[in-house]
């Protein structure tokens, strides 16, 4: 798998030309089954490369090292400039393990998990945990747990969008929860509004 994708139109000849930069992430299918995957990114793009059933195995510095090496040996280390993970204490282990393997391999940190790190750090300030409770609670407990609100906002919205509550697995999972409320804030005001005032449900779509 690793070759019939290295060797796709246009990507083989990037990794030649411009190298790749390895990455590595983990997470668990619908079967609870749990998985390493290998990215390739170069500038024509990116390739997966190959996935890794860890079920019976800990997810340790030893074995992400000897499932890394076996990727970058079939890649092949001199078209491998860069190796991305998270900043967890088994994928730095591996990372230094990388390094003394392959000098010409440099490490570094996820950024999109870097800024997650951030981001729930804030989320537990005082003042951003009472926002954050507070529209945990209009979404779930009102417009998410019952089907009148939520019917109400889908007739008066204009842009279908849905409500979203927080995910285990989501980077930035509460501000993305807080970015969807605010962007329809208008429209739970005006739906609430004229559901008081007796307006029926059809008439913002004109029938």
């Not at 999109?112 to 951003?128: R, T």
């Not at 009472?130 to 417009?143: E, L, P, R, S």
């Not at 995910?167 to 605010?182: D, K, L, N, Q, V």
């Amino acid at each position: 798998r690793v070759e019939q994708h290295i060797h796709a139109a246009g990507f083989d000849e990037a990794v030649k030309t411009f190298v790749m930069v390895l990455t590595l992430d983990g997470w668990e299918n619908t079967n609870r089954q749990s998985l390493l995957g290998f990215c390739g990114v170069t500038t024509k793009g990116s390739r997966f490369l190959a996935a890794i059933n860890c079920e019976g195995h800990t997810k340790s510095s030893d074995f992400l090292f000897e499932r890394t090496v076996a990727i970058v040996e079939k890649v092949g280390p001199e078209h491998i400039k860069a190796f991305i993970t998270d900043s967890a204490s088994a994928a730095k282990a591996c990372e230094q393990g990388l390094q003394e393997k392959y000098p010409s391999i440099f490490w570094m940190p996820c950024a999109s998990h870097c800024l997650d790190l951030l981001l729930k750090d804030i989320a537990k300030l005082d003042w951003a945990t009472d926002i954050i409770d507070q529209c945990k609670k209009i979404v779930k407990k009102i417009f998410r747990a019952h089907q009148w609100p939520t019917g109400l906002l889908r007739n008066v919205s204009e842009k279908k969008l849905e409500l979203k509550l927080p995910g285990e697995t989501r980077f930035a999972t509460e501000h993305i929860m807080m970015s969807r409320a605010y962007e329809k804030s208008e429209d739970m005001h005006s739906g609430l509004k004229g559901s008081l005032n007796g307006v029926p449900f059809s008439e913002k779509n004109g029938t």
